[in-house]
């Protein structure tokens, strides 16, 4: 793959990352926030399709390659340090692997003891994890 | 401040620090992304505007404290893992010290030289910040 002007433009951070945030491209919402490194962003650019660095698997990931939820990628922004990229995306089905269409599902409720769910799942986690 | 038992339930990193998006409450755009520490977070609560840590000065910085610039706490989300923070806000003015309403003003264009300014200032940083 050719090298990308705008990528080299971008921060990467000690280990090579970069922070990501996901949004919906119609209503905005916020779906996830997630990590990519270069190799991460050329896989995403090059195929449309939303591709993590998973930290804790130190390696890439696919977005819904389980699940078939893709995140198919609109627009693609940096911000004024150009150390965070934002991706305006169509999602398929939902983000969250617990069911939810935003994985920020929990709201903060002042008194409370505990964050409450402020959403009902879009899906099954069960039913689509356990039968692939 | 008493302990709060949601903010025991955040996952904070190695460096007692936690990913933050700040979200226009109304319209849904992505303002920035910044870091909080447990204080920064108990501040942004306790007041109502948002703090953030500052990793490159190591101190908590409430936003607009110099343009005056306040994000006015409307909701707050945490995700599935407890480890991002999502605050949907009334921004006053504009979010970017470059003067843009949001920091993620550079758009991705496949086949340019590098990311293209895709908004207009709303405000003039020369004027802001100079004058104070």
Redesign the interface.
């Known amino acids: 793959m050719p090298a990308d002007?705008?990528i080299d433009?971008l921060n990467f951070d000690e280990s090579g990352l970069i922070?990501i945030?996901v949004?919906d491209h119609a209503?905005?919402?916020?779906l996830?926030?997630a990590f990519m490194n270069r190799e991460a962003i050329e896989r995403t650019?090059a195929t449309g399709k939303v591709h993590t660095y998973s930290r804790s698997r130190g390696r890439l990931a696919l977005k819904g390659e389980t699940s078939g939820h893709f995140q198919l990628v609109k627009?693609?922004?940096?911000?004024?340090?150009?150390d965070?990229v934002?991706f305006q995306v169509e999602q398929i089905v939902a983000a969250?692997?617990?069911g939810?269409r935003s994985?920020?599902?929990?709201?903060?409720?002042?008194g409370?003891?505990?964050?409450k769910v402020?959403a009902t799942k879009a899906f099954d986690p069960a039913h689509v994890y356990e039968k692939k």
């Open positions: 002007p705008q433009k922070p945030i949004q209503n905005g919402e916020v996830m926030m650019i627009r693609i922004f940096t911000d004024c340090d150009r965070v934002l969250c692997h617990e939810y994985c920020f599902f929990r709201q903060y409720e002042p409370a003891d505990d964050w402020a």
